[in-house]
C-alpha cells in the first residue's frame, strides 16, 4: 500500500501481534521491485491517538481485535487468508504468498478507485 499510495496518504502497518517481518513475503515483495526488508510489525496500540481516514483490517482476528481510534475513520475489512505457515524458508510457500500479495494489490486498487471517485 506505501508503494502505491505514497501521494495520496500516509500509510502505516500494526498488528494485534506483531513479530518480525516474515522471509517469504520479503521475497514475493522483491518480485516487483519493492524492497520491504526494513519494515517493522509494529503494535497497532502505538497508534490509538492518530486520526486515521481508514483502517483496514486483513484478517479475522485482527478485525476483530482492533481497536477503535480516537480519530475514528471508516473501518474496511478485507478476508485474506494468513499465508504464513512457518518461519523456515521454503519455496514452496512462495506461492501462498504470492496469491496473498496479488489479493491485497487487487483490493488496494479497488480502495484507491473508490476513494479517487468519490474525491475527484
Not at 526494513?38 to 496500540?45: A, G, R
Not at 488496494?108 to 475527484?120: G, Q
Request: hydrophobic fraction near 35%; glycine fraction near 4%; include cysteine.
Amino acid at each position: 500500500m506505501k508503494n502505491l499510495c505514497m501521494e495520496k496518504f500516509n500509510v502505516f502497518s500494526a498488528g494485534t501481534a506483531p513479530s518480525k517481518v516474515n522471509i517469504h513475503a520479503i521475497k514475493v515483495m522483491d518480485e516487483l521491485n519493492i524492497n520491504i526488508r526494513d519494515q517493522k510489525s509494529e503494535n497497532v496500540d502505538l497508534y490509538h491517538e492518530k486520526t486515521f481516514e481508514f483502517v483496514v483490517t486483513v484478517c479475522n482476528d485482527a478485525k476483530d481485535h482492533c481497536p477503535n481510534f480516537s480519530g475514528g475513520g471508516e473501518k474496511i475489512h478485507w478476508p485474506i487468508t494468513d499465508p504464513f505457515s512457518g518461519w523456515d524458508y521454503d519455496q514452496k510457500q512462495l506461492n501462498n504468498f504470492r496469491k496473498t500479495r496479488d489479493s491485497i494489490k487487487e483490493k488496494i486498487d479497488l480502495l484507491l478507485n473508490t476513494w479517487s471517485m468519490k474525491n475527484d
